[in-house]
């Protein structure tokens, strides 16, 4: 049950009152773990808009929820709908999660991707800051692109200097491949919009807020190919790799695995942007990086946990040989390109919102592989057996 406002203080000790927040993309993964904390914690309204609402049916039965009443979904795609500007003037606070956000769709449908990363966006930002609206939009570690430190020489000590790979949200460049490397169509769609945004606020006031998340991963985190989304869809790296953990299949490290990332437990960030709804003075007109630089690992170990920490939830063991090296082009396709490292630094979260991670990589796989195991095991044993059946 959520706490009453009158209860509740922020960072500065002031009062909270209860607000209405449009959450654009609510049905999504971030979104459907956002719409729980803000139901289940606190005494704000949410108007949830999106195309599907899969991932938070358990939070709409009117019958088994105290808070039915805080939380409407709108169906919409915010590309064709004259309700947007309608549902932000309604609102205090604009969250915008909307986004093509997988990869494996940066080369193949690199139109897409600009337009639902900047075209999109553009009318949500122009409402929220004609309206006098404040806003939260999620943008992408990927605008930082490359690292100055894969520039290097690969035998240089300097790689190993932190000026040269942790990546700070005001002062790292912004480095993208070729124009030819259309991977990159994602990053530079979501910069422009940041620039966009950036540029509202010291011109026309508006009141923002830019979250960067590096690698949030949790349940519910994209689909299962065949199960809860296409069977030729490639999802992101924790369901694609959970994907062939289900089927008992060799994991595929793309160009060996040899990418470094962060991973951050969905919980965790969900802290992160609960601060930054609550706190705006402490929020407004700030890029946060929003990961956890303690949990850094390449992908290639990363499919090493997952493939031991499976075998440990389902009591099935591993395969001989887990993993198989496959390349970027075959995975992806021709225009592939990817950042060897990215790390973030935690400063500024840090002095304005008093925030750190504190779930470790291995636990939080943990509880996202029983979650997978738990949810999906069944129905792809089904889905195997009558693919069988039928040869």
């Known amino acids: ?38 139901m289940s914690e606190t005494p704000h309204k949410v108007l949830a808009l999106d195309v599907y ?14 808070w039915a009443d805080r939380i409407q979904f ?6 064709h709908d004259s309700r947007l500007e309608g549902l932000i003037k309604m ?40 309206n006098n609206k404040r806003l939260i939009h999620f943008s992408t570690c990927e605008v930082y692109g490359k690292t100055v430190g894969s520039f290097l020489p690969t035998d240089s000590p300097l790689r190993l200097d932190p000026a040269y790979y942790i990546l700070k949200e005001d002062a790292s460049p912004c480095i993208f491949g070729s124009i030819e490397k259309q991977r990159w169509s994602y990053a530079c769609a979501k910069q422009l919009i ?12 508006l009141q923002f807020t830019i979250v960067r998340p590096f690698n949030w991963i949790g349940p519910r985190m994209d689909f299962i190919p065949g199960i809860d989304g296409p069977s030729e869809g490639v999802p992101r790296v924790l369901a694609c790799f959970s994907n062939s953990l289900l089927r008992h299949e060799q994991l595929k490290l793309v160009d060996g695995g040899q990418s470094q990332r962060t991973f951050i437990y969905i919980k965790d960030a969900i802290e992160a942007v609960l601060l930054m709804i609550e706190n705006p003075d402490r929020a407004n007109g700030h890029i946060f990086n929003v990961g956890n630089p303690n949990n850094e690992v390449t992908v290639r170990q990363l499919a090493e946990m997952m493939t031991e920490i499976y075998s440990k939830v389902s009591g099935e ?3 001989d040989v887990p993993t198989v090296d ?8 021709e225009g592939y390109d990817d950042s060897d490292k990215r790390i ?18 291995w636990d939080l796989l943990e509880s996202t592989l029983t979650y997978q195991h738990r949810t999906y095991a069944g129905a792809i044993k089904q889905t195997m057996s009558k693919s069988t059946a039928s040869c």
């Not at 709108?74 to 590309?79: A, C, E, G, Q, V």
């Not at 956000?101 to 004609?130: G, H």
Request: aromatic share 6%.
């Open 91 to 130: 609102s205090d606070l604009t969250i915008n999660l909307a986004a093509i956000c997988t990869p494996a769709d940066y080369n193949t449908r690199p139109l897409d991707t600009i337009y639902s990363n900047f075209i999109d966006a553009l009318p949500v930002v122009k409402y929220c800051s004609e």
């Open 1 to 38: 049950m959520a706490t009453g406002g009158a209860s509740r203080v922020d960072l500065d000790g002031k009062p909270i009152r209860p607000i209405t927040i449009c959450m654009i993309g609510a049905g999504g993964f971030i979104g459907s773990h956002l719409c729980e904390k803000l």
């Open 317 to 319: 063991p591993p395969l």
């Open 194 to 205: 940041e620039r966009l945004i950036y540029a509202e606020g010291a011109e026309n006031g």
């Open 53 to 66: 609402n899969d991932k938070i049916k358990h939070l709409l039965e009117p019958d088994t929820n105290p």
């Open 74 to 79: 709108h169906r919409l795609n915010i590309k």
């Open 326 to 333: 496959v390349s970027s082009k075959v995975f992806y396709g």
């Open 344 to 361: 973030p630094d935690m400063t500024i979260i840090n002095r304005q919102l008093g925030w750190n991670p504190k779930t470790s990589l």
